[in-house]
């Protein structure tokens, strides 16, 4: 998709490792100018500088509403207004709902939820009309999982925030979808390559194999694209089939 989003300019958070990275890579790849958030200065400069070909690196905390308004008013005014946003800041924890501490809940949720909401929100007050913003959701968004609670809510939030905003931004003719991965190897997950958890996961995986973010981020960049001009408000899996199975056993 070579030459796909020339003169757009394409905001990713979560943009300084894993998927965020991969799908800064693939949008840049497609022509766009990137503007990269993420909450280390130092990471998303380097990447930023990495990626080359005028891409731009800004600090922010996503759950901070001011630092986001702050993120994007820097990203418009130094790259025009916004044409696709991809929402990839998260993380993730584990702990029964009987054991979870109360701030670990709070944590999860205003990172994996209401950072995804403030992100979309000031995304949207400065996109084209036209545009596409991209969340990151999870497998876990439909498939509960034993000690994934917090995770899970968060992800199910994910979905509906993006099915109302979809709603909310249709007369602009802006699009707003979510992708589901499944198990992808990155940095967050390098714990669980080799091991039983692994394997349970690849028991349960369809077509047989642990995702890459190279797999995110292609879909990421179809949703980001003309190629989906007529989508909207939807979640789609990239899991290797794993949503028509049982979920591994994490404890």
């Not at 993420?38 to 800004?58: H, K, N, T």
């Not at 702050?70 to 696709?84: D, F, I, K």
């Not at 080799?194 to 995702?211: A, F, K």
């Not at 007529?230 to 899991?239: A, C, H, K, S």
């Amino acid at each position: 998709m070579a030459g796909e989003l020339d003169g757009r300019h394409a905001l990713v958070t979560g943009g300084a490792s894993g998927i965020g990275l991969e799908c800064a890579r693939a949008l840049a790849g497609a022509g766009a100018a990137v503007t990269l958030v993420d909450v280390s200065a130092e990471a998303v400069a380097a990447r930023a500088a990495e990626l080359g070909g005028g891409a731009r690196g800004i600090a922010a905390d996503v759950t901070d509403e001011a630092q986001v308004e702050a993120a994007v008013r820097a990203a418009v005014e130094a790259s025009g207004p916004l044409h696709a946003a991809v929402n990839s800041a998260g993380t993730g924890t584990f702990g029964k709902v009987t054991d979870l501490p109360a701030d670990e809940w709070r944590r999860i949720i205003d990172l994996n939820l209401t950072g995804v909401f403030l992100s979309l929100k000031h995304e949207a007050l400065h996109m084209a009309d036209g545009g596409s913003i991209v969340n990151l959701a999870s497998l876990n968004a439909r498939q509960p999982g034993i000690g994934f609670a917090a995770y899970c809510a968060s992800k199910a939030g994910v979905e509906m925030l993006t099915k109302c905003a979809a709603m909310d931004l249709g007369p602009r003719r802006v699009r707003v979808n979510a992708v589901a991965p499944g198990l992808i190897d990155t940095p967050l997950t390098a714990g669980l390559m080799g091991t039983e958890v692994e394997r349970d996961y690849l028991d349960n995986i369809p077509l047989g194999r642990t995702g890459t973010t190279g797999d995110v981020a292609a879909l990421v960049l179809f949703l980001a694209s003309d190629a989906s001009a007529w989508m909207t408000g939807d979640l789609l899996f990239v899991d290797g089939g794993a949503h028509t199975m049982r979920y591994p056993r994490m404890a």
